[in-house]
């Protein structure tokens, strides 16, 4: 299964809502990205600054699936464009040849609600759980991570939802030791930190607190070993109580998103 596929089952509810509705298209841009560069189309700079890495296009030829294929046509002009702003623009945007994609097979399910409502979700909660175990036994575990778990890992702590999608992680770890611990493991990943990278401001548009939205600081907090235990308890005290606030507002806005979609075929009835 591809990266994307796997972060779209991952980040997708039951009732086919999304976690982290502003960071779906980042999340999922960064995975294309990772599997372009496992097909061999693209590669990411490795003698770069994290900051400045650029995606280059390395081959003309196609994948053989038809999720990566269908977004050919988007990476031809992404080549020389840095890795982190790619992922901030969502870009390549995969997420409708994916559906479609999951649709096809089986794994996701349309249906009608309503006059202008279309519903797309799970078939089960089979395969969202296998990806969640994935991503449990990479926590748990010092083994080297391939590419694609070591950003679906990374992309818990980056959305804030590591405690809500692995349960007894927090009561385990401790709420900042787990984000830590997240960030030790995906520390030189660079599709983590550029999804950081470009996430980290939704926090600061929606909290009062502001989050530097620099590679260079993201890197600082991620050392746990740096500064006073004062000033790393603060650091991420910060850092939580942003993305808390966050994560309860993108909530709040989805609920009234539902609330207004689900009224609009009754508005147009009358």
């Keep these: 299964m591809l990266t994307v596929e796997k972060m779209h089952l991952m980040l997708t509810r039951p009732d086919g809502t999304v976690e982290s509705p502003k960071a779906h298209k980042n999340a999922l841009a960064a995975a294309a990205l990772v599997d372009l560069a496992d097909a061999g189309?693209?590669?990411?700079?490795?003698?770069?600054?994290?900051?400045?890495?650029?995606?280059?296009?390395?081959?003309?030829?196609?994948?053989?699936?038809?999720?990566?294929?269908?977004?050919?046509?988007?990476?031809?002009?992404?080549?020389?464009?840095?890795?982190?702003?790619?992922?901030?623009?969502?870009?390549?945007?995969?997420?409708?040849?994916?559906?479609?994609?999951?649709?096809?097979?089986?794994?996701?399910?349309?249906?009608?609600?309503?006059?202008?409502?279309?519903?797309?979700?799970?078939?089960?909660?089979?395969?969202?759980?296998?990806?969640?175990?994935?991503?449990?036994?990479?926590?748990?575990?010092?083994?080297?991570?391939?590419?694609?778990t070591s950003l679906l890992l990374g992309t818990l702590d980056a959305l804030n939802i590591a405690r809500v999608l692995i349960p007894g992680a927090e009561a385990e770890h401790g709420r900042r030791e787990l984000s830590r611990r997240i960030n030790r493991l995906t520390r030189d990943d660079r599709h983590v930190r550029a999804l950081r990278a470009a996430t980290s401001s939704f926090a600061g548009n929606t909290a009062a607190a502001a989050l530097p939205a620099t590679l260079e600081t993201l890197q600082s907090h991620e050392d746990a070993s740096s500064g006073s235990p004062a000033e790393d308890t603060e650091r991420a005290a910060t850092v939580d109580e942003a993305a808390a606030k966050s994560h309860a507002a993108e909530q709040e806005a989805e609920k009234a998103a539902k609330a207004k979609q689900a009224a609009g075929p009754q508005k147009a009835e009358h």
């Design 41 to 148: 189309i693209v590669a990411v700079e490795q003698d770069a600054e994290p900051a400045q890495a650029r995606v280059r296009v390395v081959s003309a030829g196609t994948t053989g699936h038809p999720v990566l294929d269908a977004v050919l046509g988007q990476v031809d002009g992404l080549d020389g464009t840095p890795l982190h702003a790619l992922v901030k623009k969502g870009k390549p945007a995969v997420q409708k040849p994916l559906e479609k994609h999951l649709i096809e097979r089986g794994t996701l399910v349309k249906e009608k609600k309503g006059l202008l409502n279309t519903e797309i979700r799970p078939e089960s909660t089979r395969a969202r759980d296998e990806v969640i175990d994935e991503v449990r036994t990479a926590l748990h575990s010092e083994a080297a991570m391939t590419p694609s």
